[in-house]
């Protein structure tokens, strides 16, 4: 079977890279490219620590470009408190050389899409929905050539962490994810709701770490320091891991369940703008536009994401 | 001594539910009124049902009032789908002899309150806060001389239930709760979070129908007709018994744990309009204002409320 043909964009961030590792590592997936995002810190941190994790899986062939630098209506709201100053705290990683190419990420996202044909190309959004959301506001006609958006996003039962209400993603840029979830296109959501029961506790990260390749080991570095701010406000023996998650439902969805529902994104509530607002109950009117995933089988995700990270340099 | 309390209700079959386990308590409980309020049905039905009640329970020199029958800023909403065009379908109970008490429900809450010492005084919420507010906006004065507010208000980890993000009583009168919530009283919600752990078996209504008295057969054909609704959209073993988890909290504290925390309402937007949202996780600067109870244990809250109802005729 040919492999599936994704585009990544994201804010790397730790669990974001892990994230990138685990897609580069699968023969199942072909990585057309790397859209950076600001997000978890700003752009040009994004792009430089992008370039690092490509260096580090061996795969500097990965045409990389940079998006969109601050969200479409808000200021930047970024995250250092819990990824560190560079974003990629934890592994010493060497100074990247790889080029980032000229093109504006968004104008990559929206020529990849016309060349290629309708529905052989996805997108898995890992940050900020802005590049996309920009994307179909350039280019509409891309809408109807996108396979897929497998996007980090959304929050129902377990409330949001950035505030009481929101998800880091939407509340980043809620206008660009309330438009992206207006458009009509296919989405998968991998909310907090599942992100959260993939736990790294220190049997699954000394299991990286004993796997003894540069990307595994600093896989498990990465975690060990991101993990910290989590375990310390939840009081839980180990902290959530969100993007490798979406990788991972392209990879093995049938450890994943979930319903097809309406999800709307808060923009006026000052308490609550950025919520994803998910009709699970079906107690409105609202057309479903969403398959949002509830549960995980996390054994089965960390075995995946092992035996594949074992793969790389 | 006997809590002094004014309950503030429309009833509802889980209500009523609550308000037998007061009258089945009265070392503590001294139920000084009830103040019906609009909310699962019109004023003059919930008026009509807390009359039936209380001759249902022989309690007939408890007075009821009527409150306000609309919310203060907002169309009324009602839940007939839930709870039947009477709001109290189940039981054939006669047509009540009694009548209310002339008073305005606001002027019999101030007047109560002025009338006691200082700190003698608490307002059991069973429903929309309306006439609280009310009460609190016209005297100012009893704010420091209530002694504490309980109140079935709320969610957080459960979202929603008559829309996706807000609970019934906030919903329907959201510039209530918020006058409330923001008036710095010693208060305690009773969150769907912990009313839907508290779900009511086929087993658990068969001990009620089993008492061999008057009022615990009723309580079981209320809350047969009242579940169905729940059962349809859940699919769960029973429906969630959200009214005495107030007096349940009330009398035995210690079979509930929760956090002093801050919730604040959603009176700003219409996607979310009437959200409490909760700071559980302690990520913003607002100030706790509530003790907000997220967990319980069912087995001792059916117990409690079968023995507290056992003691009626």
Not at chain 1, 51 to 68: I, K, M, S, Y
Not at chain 1, 280 to 292: A, E
Not at chain 2, 280 to 294: C, D, L, Q, S
Request: aromatic letters at 6%.
């Amino acid at each position: 079977m040919l492999p599936q043909k994704i585009i990544i964009d994201t804010d790397p961030g730790q669990d974001d890279a892990v994230a990138l590792l685990l897609a580069l590592a699968s023969p199942e997936l072909s990585v057309e490219g790397v859209v950076t995002v600001a997000g978890n810190v700003p752009l040009d941190r994004t792009t430089y620590n992008a370039r690092q994790v490509l260096e580090l899986a061996g795969r500097t062939d990965v045409p990389l470009h940079a998006g969109a630098a601050r969200p479409m209506r808000r200021d930047l709201v970024t995250a250092e408190h819990v990824h560190g100053p560079t974003g990629l705290d934890g592994p010493s990683l060497p100074v990247p050389t790889m080029p980032v190419r000229d093109k504006h990420g968004v104008d990559f996202l929206i020529e990849s899409f016309r060349a290629a044909t309708p529905g052989e190309l996805s997108l898995v959004t890992l940050g900020p929905l802005t590049n996309i959301a920009m994307a179909l506001v350039k280019a509409p006609d891309i809408a109807a050539r996108i396979g897929r958006i497998v996007m980090i996003a959304g929050t129902r039962l377990e409330g949001g962490n950035i505030t009481p209400a929101a998800a880091f993603n939407e509340y980043v840029d809620p206008e660009a994810a309330d438009l992206v979830l207006r458009s009509g296109l296919p989405i998968t959501m991998v909310p907090m709701d599942v992100t959260h029961r993939c736990l790294s506790t220190k049997a699954r990260l000394d299991a990286l770490r004993a796997l003894g390749n540069r990307a595994a080991v600093a896989a498990a570095e990465m975690l060990s320091f991101s993990e910290a701010f989590d375990m310390q406000k939840y009081g839980w023996e180990a902290a959530p891991l969100h993007d490798p998650c979406a990788i991972a439902f392209l990879l093995r969805p049938d450890i994943f369940t979930g319903r097809k529902v309406h999800v709307g994104i808060e923009l006026k509530g000052e308490l609550t703008y950025g919520m994803s607002v998910v009709d699970w109950w079906r107690v409105t009117d609202r057309v479903p536009n969403v398959d949002f995933l509830h549960d995980i089988d996390a054994h089965a995700f960390y075995a995946l994401l092992t035996q594949r990270l074992a793969r790389l340099p | 001594m006997a809590e002094r309390v004014i309950i503030l209700t429309d009833p509802g079959q889980d209500q009523a539910a609550a308000i037998l386990m007061m009258l089945g308590a009265p070392e503590v409980f001294e139920v000084l009124g009830l103040v019906a309020t609009a909310g699962n049905i019109d004023l003059a039905h919930t008026l009509r049902n807390c009359l039936k009640l209380l001759e249902l329970t022989g309690c007939t020199d408890i007075p009821v009032f009527a409150g306000c029958p609309r919310p203060i800023r907002r169309p009324l909403v009602m839940a007939e789908h839930v709870h039947g065009p009477t709001g109290l379908d189940g039981p054939d109970l006669p047509e009540p002899w009694m009548s209310a008490d002339p008073r305005h429900g606001v002027r019999f809450i101030i007047e109560t309150i002025l009338a006691n010492p200082p700190d003698t005084i608490t307002i059991v919420s069973l429903s929309p806060l309306t006439n609280l507010a009310m009460a609190l906006i016209e005297a100012p004065e009893i704010t420091g001389r209530i002694r504490r507010v309980v109140a079935m208000a709320g969610a957080y980890f459960e979202v929603g239930n008559i829309t996706p993000t807000a609970e019934f009583n906030v919903y329907v009168d959201p510039e209530a709760a918020d006058i409330v919530l923001r008036a710095g009283l010693d208060l305690t919600l009773l969150p769907l979070d912990v009313t839907h752990k508290m779900l009511s078996t086929p087993q658990r209504l068969g001990a009620f129908a089993a008492l061999g008295n008057r009022c615990g057969p009723a309580l079981a054909e209320m809350l047969r007709f009242s579940e169905a609704f729940d059962l349809r959209k859940y699919g769960w073993e029973g429906a969630p018994l959200h009214g005495p988890c107030v007096p349940a909290y009330m009398m035995a504290p210690d079979i509930f744990s929760g956090r002093r925390i801050n919730v604040s309402v959603e009176t700003g937007s219409e996607l979310t309009l009437g959200m409490t949202a909760a700071d559980w996780w302690g990520i913003t600067e607002r100030p706790k204002n509530v003790f907000y109870v997220r967990d319980g244990d069912p087995v001792a809250y059916y117990h409690l409320l079968t023995h507290c109802v056992g003691r009626l005729p």
